[in-house]
């Protein structure tokens, strides 16, 4: 497995497998690879001949106040799973190769990004579209892997895709959680003994909404409330969004009269943390 850090080896390597009649899928991350990741990679060693990680945390999608700085990294680590997972090629730039000092050409969306995460997350979107577009651009891949984790962001690329007539597959992955049901994240990395065991409540909270709506509850208020009682009673949790909204407009709904998306976010200490759950999966 190659670690490469220029456009220029990526665009040579994919290159050379195309004219071998090659596919090739891509995995965008920024790293500090855990087994969420690797089921992407492992999806993508699946459906595709090549597959290739990107490695790269991406300064345009944090805010001015956000965990840029000390957003965990780990190469080493990173190249050994990747390898395990089947991965031919991480694609691991510095900023300055992404972003050279003219850089100033955006992929904005004016739908899908203003509720949810967006909300307290006024540039993340922008920043994510902008530099999954170069990422396609470079590797220009068959295929594309992301996590459901990132409900929004799943919704929002592929929606970018098809007003963009982007010719690349969007394949999305179930949560991957921890034996607790914690969902897997690289920011789970920032919780002490006590913040990690109180983060269970993210997903001991979800559990309760789903059991809700199994007993036949389709009123979204009572849902909703029933969530954040539950997380009220986390002394470490402080919530910033737990949210019922359509799975395609990402908009809030009242009922569930169709397919829908429950979302949160939740501190934990300083630590924001999401986790979900689509309704067509209970
Ligand atoms: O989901 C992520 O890790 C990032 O938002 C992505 C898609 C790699 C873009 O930087």
Redesign the pocket.
Known sequence: MKVVKTIAEVREQVKQWRAEGLTVGLV???GYLHEGHASLIDASHRDNDRTVV?D?V?PM?FGPTEDLESYPRDLKHDTELAEAHGCDMIFNPEPEEMYNKNFSSFVDMTVLTEELCGLSRPVHFR??CT??SK?FNIVKPDRAY??KK?AQ?LAV?RHMVDDLNMDIEIIGCPIIRESDGLAKSSRNTYLNDNERKAALILSQSLEIGKSIIKNGVTDCKEIISAIKTKIESEPLAKIDYVKIVDVETIQQIEKLDRPALCAMAVYIGKTRLIDNFFTEDI
Do not use: E, K
């Open positions: 965008p991350t920024m990107s790269f991406n999608q920043g994510v530099v999954v990422l992301f996590g990132d962001q690329i």
